[in-house]
């Protein structure tokens, strides 16, 4: 992988956007690096990923906008198609994802922070969709999960804008869940994920798609949607031991960590 890297470390892993003299922006390379990265991990064993960018300037600040600059009609609609399929698939992974945001996340890297389950980021980072002003929409998914995340009128103002907002404003409307000095960014990312990673693994990845399921259907639906994968942590290893642990009130042994069955 040349702007990629990826690490694991025991039960959760580390995805690294690694272009750092081009500020970590996203071109053709790094899309199918990501989407090959992803292919990689090993869902026997990691329960959680982390995605960050390198250095502390920049998370990801955008699609490349040299590589677009020349794009046809055909062309631009399959470049936007690319980048949606890899944040598509992203955002359906069986394990949450953390964005952790380090700097700029503008266009595509707001883009991708999104299709993450969970973001929480820096105090240096600055959060925006300028695409208008270059003379394009957003085309990795920012009209459609902006809305979904901060509500249709804070979403509109964003895009019609393209002002940019700092890490207090983002989760001031709900885009972060929490900001870190950045020192702090990477040690609570990688807490939260062994936090995730510790929990049943088949009840999180049931929690994720029960959540990402239900989102896209009317409230009867969705709960159908709850029920079904309810009903399927039963009969699990990790149910019948994570309930025979809470009912032994003597609590004689040792609580051993949830496995993947």
Known sequence: MEFIVYEQKGAYGIITI????????????VLDELNQTLDAVNLDEVRCLILTGAGQKSFVAGADIGEMSTLTKAEGEAFGKKGNDVFR??????????AAVNGFALGGGCEISMSCDIRICSDNAVFGQPEVGLGITPGFGGTQRLARLVGAGMAKQMIYTARNIKADEALRIGLV????????????????????????????????????????ADMDAAIVIEEKLFG???????????????????KEKVKEPFKNC
């Open 18 to 29: 690694s272009r750092e003299k081009a500020l970590n922006a996203l071109n053709s390379a």
């Open 89 to 98: 698939r992203l955002e359906t992974f069986p394990v949450p994802v953390i």
């Open 177 to 216: 869940n929490a900001v870190y000095t950045q020192e702090e960014l990477m040690p609570a990312a990688e807490k939260m994920a062994a936090g995730i990673a510790k929990n049943a693994p088949i009840a999180v990845r049931n929690c994720k798609k029960a959540i990402n399921d239900g989102l896209d």
């Open 232 to 250: 399927d942590c039963f009969e699990t290893e990790d149910q019948k031991y994570g309930m025979a642990f809470f009912l032994d009130k003597n």
